[in-house]
């Protein structure tokens, strides 16, 4: 049982290039979301997912893109990399969502750089 | 709006020498509050979740306690392998998502 996988584990972007963060679970969970996390600060959802087909906005979801075409996949896209952006990335899912007391599964994140 | 705040931001222990970080929030109702732990590199791993004042959850070394302000995560004869960052966060009410605090980092020493 994998659990959540997040690929890949390192990225080095330049200022403007895009990309996309893949995420996947095996859990069968409805619920999925993607934080970032930066040194002095908790982490911050960006998006989240409620089961396929439906997505919303987190705290910071400017510069980030989220579609969830099937239970298991969750992408993370960044339409236009920015240095602000640079930080460690966490997927996570749960079976019915932190408003149902359901507790969050994290994969092992993303470190991504931009310059 | 909904805060966490986490104290100390580091502590240092010997092993064997019990103590306790803490966890203070303020929501807009409480529905629950949880702990996790985080490893260097690694993304944080569930412990417990609290949903009432009052009540307490164990396991192994560690201890929570919820009360309507804040919560403590009681640590008791720590080993070296309880080093870590341990996070508090607490879901409201209001909104499908957890507010998180910045995490107390634990360091045992042999």
């Known amino acids: 049982n994998a659990g959540v996988t997040q690929t890949p584990k390192f990225q080095v972007l330049k200022t403007g290039q895009s990309m996309t963060l893949q995420c996947a679970q095996d859990?069968?969970?409805?619920?999925m979301s993607w934080y970032r996390q930066d040194p002095g600060m908790g982490l911050r959802l960006i998006h989240y997912s409620v089961g396929a087909g439906i997505t919303d906005q987190g705290e910071v979801p400017n510069g980030y893109n989220v579609s969830r075409s099937t239970t298991e996949d969750f992408p993370l896209r960044l339409l236009s990399a920015a240095p602000s952006q640079t930080s460690v990335y966490f997927c996570?899912?749960?079976?019915?969502?932190?408003?149902?007391?359901?507790?969050?599964?994290f994969g092992n994140g993303t470190r991504l750089t931009v310059t | 709006e909904d805060q966490v705040t986490q104290s100390p931001e580091a502590l240092r222990l010997q092993e064997g020498e019990s103590s306790s970080l803490n966890c203070s929030y303020t929501v807009s109702g409480l529905r629950g509050l949880f702990w996790y732990r985080q490893d260097p590199g690694k993304g944080p791993e569930f412990l417990f979740t609290?949903?009432?004042a009052g009540e307490e959850k164990e396991k192994e070394r560690l201890k929570a306690t919820l009360t309507k302000k804040e919560s403590f995560l009681h640590i008791t004869a720590p080993k070296p392998e309880d080093s870590a960052t341990y996070l508090c966060?607490?879901?409201?009410?209001?909104?499908?998502?957890?507010?998180f605090g910045t995490g107390t980092r634990l360091l045992v020493s042999p």
């Open positions: 966060a607490v879901q409201a009410t209001s909104f499908q998502k957890l507010v």
């Open positions: 859990m069968n969970h409805e619920y």
């Open positions: 996570a899912s749960s079976y019915a969502g932190p408003g149902q007391g359901s507790p969050l599964h």
């Open positions: 609290l949903y009432s």
